[in-house]
């Protein structure tokens, strides 16, 4: 039962994200004015606005002009509905619960934002920061020191990385937006999870990446956003950063 409320809860903030990830690089109010058509401008009524529920009865398309509404608003609202439920599952309802469902949801945004226009906002990343550190001090998983090292190791390691890539290549490779990213994270989970975070995000970044080069003939100048990398190892630490380490110690030989 309340497993179906915690899908519920995950598919409203769903909703709520859509609405950062379309306004905050516009550098747009959040709150106001209420949710309408971006192509016929109409308000959308409350009963049109029912997350992954609209979509469905409307078969995508807006009920006054018929222009079909983009399926990242029904996508963010299901894998925002997913998170919260997993999350759930492993948390139960606890303070963990909301403040882990908060930093899924930043990152869910931070990488949204930063596939279509390459930047992470500081709006999220700075604040999260902020979160993170204090968040430390009522999580039981681990302690303000080691979300202290987590903040640093996370925000220092990809400082140097980005400095030293721009010294090599004379040209920016990282953004700013990637380390204050990696802080956040750090900050949230802690020193080992940063560490797995960093591995896994560019194992997979630079599989990506390759293939990219591959299937298009670009170059390494072809820059891919790092952000979505960073997040899905960031989650991936979250829930099996346990599982992992075990594994690594049993199989290191
Ligand atoms: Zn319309």
């Not at 192509?39 to 006054?64: A, E, M, Q, W």
């Not at 906002?121 to 999580?139: M, Q």
């Not at 390759?210 to 991936?236: N, R, T």
Request: glycine share 10%; net charge positive.
């Amino acid at each position: 039962m309340l497993s179906i409320v915690s899908i519920i809860f995950g598919a409203l903030i769903g909703s709520f994200l859509n609405v950062c990830i379309v306004r905050l690089p516009k550098e747009e109010s959040i709150i106001t004015p209420g949710s309408h058509c971006p192509h016929c401008k109409t308000p959308i009524k409350f009963y049109d606005n029912i997350p992954l529920v609209s979509y469905l009865l409307l078969k995508g398309r807006c009920r006054y002009c018929k222009e079909s509404i983009s399926v990242q608003y029904p996508l963010i609202e299901g894998i925002t509905a997913l998170s919260s439920l997993f999350l759930f599952m492993r948390f139960g309802p606890s303070l963990s619960f909301l403040i882990y469902f908060a930093f899924v949801a930043a990152l869910i945004v931070i990488t949204v934002i930063d596939l279509y226009h390459q930047i992470i906002p500081d709006v999220i990343s700075l604040p999260g920061i902020g979160v993170g550190l204090l968040a430390s001090l009522v999580l039981p998983q681990f302690t303000f020191f080691d979300s202290l090292i987590g903040f640093l190791l996370g925000g220092g390691s990809l400082f140097l990385v980005a400095t030293l890539y721009q010294w090599l290549f004379k040209r920016e490779g990282m953004g700013g937006g990637d380390v204050k990213l990696l802080a956040m994270i750090g900050a949230f989970l802690g020193w080992k999870a940063v560490i797995l975070t960093i591995l896994l995000g560019s194992l997979v970044g630079s599989i990506t990446g390759i293939i990219i080069m591959v299937l298009k003939g670009k170059d390494f100048k072809y820059a891919i956003p790092f952000g979505p990398f960073l997040s899905l190892g960031a989650v991936i630490a979250l829930f099996y950063q346990n599982e992992i380490l075990f594994w690594y110690l049993r199989y290191r030989g």
